[in-house]
């Protein structure tokens, strides 16, 4: 599958983004999927993840309450709506599809997610 995130741009503090992962190929609804980010200098960190059904979620705690992860696996697209953004917020953001093994459905981890796309950036001014 290849994965295409759109929708960064630069927003004051407070302000929301809704970004967007367009995946290609069939599988899309069988996988969960993911958000991480990258800030300048930093490690790549998750955000969110979704299972593939949409039913169950996970968070970063940074972003508890104020990011909300959904998908449309109609259209096999995975979103990131970011509201009350602060400027710690700023990254490129990517998306990833979860291939952990084992009865987890999510990993807190990068080495367990694939098909990495080209991010989006997203930066917050203060």
């Known amino acids: 599958v290849q994965l295409q995130a759109s929708g960064g741009g630069l927003v004051q503090a407070g302000g929301s983004l809704r970004l967007s992962c367009a995946a290609s190929g069939r599988t899309f609804s069988n996988y969960a999927m993911g958000w991480f980010r990258q800030a300048p200098g930093k490690e790549r960190e998750f955000v969110a993840a979704?299972?593939?059904?949409?039913?169950?979620?996970k968070y970063a705690d940074s972003v508890k309450g104020r990011f909300t992860i959904s998908r449309d696996n109609a259209k096999n697209t995975v979103y990131l709506q970011m509201s009350s953004l602060k400027p710690e917020d700023t990254a490129v953001y990517h998306c990833?599809?979860?291939?952990?093994?084992?009865?987890?459905?999510?990993?807190?981890?990068?080495?367990?997610?694939?098909?990495w796309g080209q991010g989006t950036l997203v930066t917050v001014s203060s």
């Open positions: 990833a599809r979860f291939v952990g093994v084992g009865s987890r459905w999510y990993s807190l981890g990068v080495n367990e997610y694939d098909s």
């Open positions: 979704i299972r593939w059904s949409g039913d169950y979620t």
